[in-house]
């Protein structure tokens, strides 16, 4: 199996990001919420089968960025999972 030269990950970052939106958008409290959290960041890495996966989720006034891990800024929470062990959260 070869790998696609196809580079899925901003793609699936920035739908990501339009659906975390969307959401925070129906929820005023939610939205108000994050207002205090302005400029904090949150590290997400994933090992999924050999293929691991990092994002960064960062608070930006009433909305959220989402894009990739940068060695150079430390987050105000790094959480590291399994695929699976995320999944079991929401059951």
Excluded: C, H, Y
Excluded at 39 to 66: F, I, W
């Amino acid at each position: 199996m070869t790998a696609s030269p196809f580079d899925w990950k901003p793609l699936a970052g920035r739908a990501l990001e339009a659906a975390l939106n969307r959401a925070i958008a129906l929820d005023p409290d939610t939205r108000d919420a994050l207002q205090p959290l302005d400029g904090r960041s949150v590290v997400l890495a994933l090992d999924a089968a050999g293929s691991p996966l990092a994002m960064r989720l960062l608070v930006d006034g009433e909305r959220l960025r989402v894009g990739p891990v940068d060695a150079e800024q430390t987050p105000d929470l790094a959480v590291r999972s399994t695929f699976g062990g995320v999944l079991s959260l929401g059951m």
